[in-house]
């Protein structure tokens, strides 16, 4: 084929691949790694607000490292409220990640927590422990939660109306 | 998937390696390929979509420009190309300064296409006909997430000339071993005491000191760990590249740093931006732009917010300073004290970049001249140092040849029991390195997020 038909033909096929590519990107703004532009604080307040915090106590920058084995100083913004006795499983881990590729990270540290609390209330906590079972994990563009406790939907509920 | 992963190291590397080996000459592209594929969807599959649009319009263009260019036709060969790199862009810059969320590696392969891009433009290269190597050029696992960024036409070459010998293999391999135990022993230990500083709410200014030098050199071992991981894998397969690293800390200069560090971003950028401007064949007004352009699209490529662009403004200010007002009077100073003003003057550079804001990094710099109020030493300050003091000076030992020099004298001049030795001490940093893997969370690579 001479050298102005095969022109014709890339040409097709650029800018073919360039729809798709604008497609792609078009999809990219509502797909669940679009990240929000809520500030910290605001998800913080939205979603401490939809949760019952008196059972449980803020953990200082030590305590998550313990907990979690994550960083906060990792991380553009990070709360954890964690039980206020041995026998509890409530729980609150909110954290905005720096960029979506933190969200392996923070998802492989809430199940190796969550793995670990149900390994403590397995045969004798049962209330704690289908608390635990009904928790729930959300990891959406630059936010993660981690909601254990009598309500965890309306908490979700409000992180999505915040995000 | 990354390297430092158990995955990778005990499943997708052995059955990886095997395969590309033990399959005849010409299915050892289309395994690389597909596994390159697995490699780079593993966690994201969406952003495979992404990389294979990519590599398909990028084909094509390349194809389309060499049709043009065969036809004679220049306005259109300037016109396709200048649209293909404008969308190579779009498509870049609007993960990084619109959605925010990066998809892994992009900075990576947009530069390589636009490698591949530029090369047929000017005729460096001829346009890949073969949709199979040019998927291969871009999505080559052990460079598709954070480099080393190979020129197309290097990569042709090998291409053409791919040899591979058992000592391909056993170099590969302690390439590769040198860089998981950078990573893993040096980098990730030396986070931890960064992540010990930056958890302080408050901090004498010699802790602020003590943390700007722990990722200092943190980012080091951990980025040379990998272009040390990424090139020996290549070689394990019969590529050769250039290393990414030349023991950066031991310049004397801004510029010559530049030259040690991330050495392939530095040769993208000197091939297809500073050359093309004009580089330094101008009159000094001229060069002062193009080093100006270089190092503020240096700064914007790292990140969307402002302190990246300060820091590459902050490098190619002493570049400027160095090329044009100091010039050779530098020569008259010791070097030892030229290594360590360099040294001082990048650490200071990576305060803007480790910080999420501009606003951050000028607190953490105000921190560094002890304005939290606590003094410059205290007892945290001493703890910390005493807690880590054994690390650092085995970084700052590894920063330079003096250790590989050692280990490479003993272990292949004498040889004998010297050698025994050093297979002994690989076994046992191996060791070491799994069961660090075995027991710590996740850590990434620090320039995954670019």
Redesign the interface.
């Known amino acids: 084929m001479n050298?102005?038909r095969?022109?014709y033909v890339?040409?097709a096929?650029?800018w073919l691949?360039?729809g798709?590519?604008c497609i792609?990107?078009i999809t990219?703004?509502s797909?669940s790694?679009?990240?929000s532009g809520t500030s910290f604080q605001t998800m913080k307040d939205a979603v401490t607000g939809a949760c019952d915090m008196t059972k449980m106590q803020t953990a200082d920058?030590?305590m998550i490292?313990r907990l979690y084995?994550?960083?906060?100083?990792?991380y553009?913004g990070v709360t954890l409220s964690y039980p206020l006795t041995n026998m509890g499983a409530e729980e609150l881990f909110l954290v905005k990640l720096?960029?979506?590729?933190?969200q392996?990270?923070v998802r492989?540290?809430v199940d190796?927590r969550l793995v670990t609390q149900k390994n403590s209330f397995e045969g004798y906590g049962i209330d704690q422990y289908a608390m635990l079972e009904r928790s729930i994990v959300e990891i959406r563009?630059?936010y993660a939660l981690f909601i254990s406790g009598d309500n965890p939907q309306k908490v979700l509920n409000a992180f999505n109306n915040a995000f | 998937m990354t390297f430092s992963s158990l995955l990778f190291l005990f499943l997708f590397m052995p059955v990886f390696l095997l395969l590309y080996h033990l399959v005849p000459g010409r299915v050892k592209m289309p395994v690389l390929l597909v596994l390159s594929f697995v490699f780079y969807a593993w966690g994201s599959p969406r952003n495979l979509i992404l990389l294979v649009l990519s590599i398909l319009f990028n084909y094509a263009a390349g194809l389309q420009i060499d049709a043009f260019i065969q036809m004679g036709r220049e306005s259109m060969v300037r016109i396709s190309t200048i649209l293909t790199v404008a969308v190579d862009l779009a498509v870049l810059c609007f993960f990084k300064y619109v959605t925010g969320t990066l998809p892994i590696g992009i900075s990576f392969y947009t530069f390589s296409v636009l490698s591949y891009i530029f090369d047929v433009y000017r005729e460096n290269a001829r346009a890949e006909t073969s949709p199979l190597y040019m998927a291969v050029y871009v999505a080559f696992f052990p460079k598709v997430i954070s480099g080393p960024i190979v020129r197309f036409c290097d990569f042709q070459e090998q291409l053409d000339n791919l040899r591979f010998s058992r000592s391909d293999l056993l170099v590969g391999l302690n390439m590769f071993l040198q860089g998981l135990f950078k990573k893993i022993l040096i980098a990730d230990t030396l986070g931890k005491a960064f992540g010990n500083v930056t958890s302080l709410s408050t901090m004498a200014g010699g802790t602020a000191w003590l943390g700007m030098i722990f990722y200092s050199l943190q980012l080091y071992f951990d980025f040379s760990g990998y272009s040390d991981m990424a090139i020996g894998l290549s070689r394990m397969m019969g590529f050769r590249f250039d290393k990414n690293f030349n023991y950066p800390y031991l310049s004397a200069n801004i510029s010559e740093f530049w030259r040690r560090w991330h050495i392939s971003l530095g040769a993208w950028f000197r091939n297809y931006v500073y050359i093309p401007m004009g580089g330094n064949r101008c009159s000094s007004l001229m060069q002062a732009r193009n080093l100006l352009t270089v190092w503020v699209l240096t700064g914007i490529w790292h990140g969307s917010t402002l302190n990246f662009l300060v820091w590459g403004l902050y490098h190619g200010f002493f570049v400027l300073l160095e090329k044009f007002v100091i010039k050779d009077r530098l020569e008259a100073v010791p070097v030892i004290v030229r290594i360590l003003i360099t040294d001082f003057l990048a650490f200071i550079g990576w305060v803007f970049f480790f910080s999420p804001s501009l606003g951050g990094a000028i607190h953490y710099l105000g921190q560094m001249v002890c304005m939290d109020g606590i003094g410059f030493w205290n007892q945290t300050t001493s703890f910390i140092l005493k807690e880590n003091l054994l690390l650092l000076i085995a970084a700052v030992l590894l920063c330079t040849p003096f250790v590989k020099n050692m280990h490479d004298h003993l272990a292949f001049r004498r040889g004998g029991v010297f050698r025994a030795v050093s297979v002994g001490i690989y076994v046992l940093l191996f060791f070491l390195c799994v069961a660090e893997l075995v027991s710590a969370t996740y850590t990434s690579f620090l320039y995954f997020k670019f």
């Open positions: 050298p102005q095969m022109s890339y040409t096929l650029k691949a360039a798709f590519l792609f990107l990219s703004l797909g790694d679009r990240t920058n030590q490292k084995g994550i960083d906060p100083g990792d553009d720096k960029d979506v590729s933190q392996d990270a492989d540290a190796a563009g630059n």
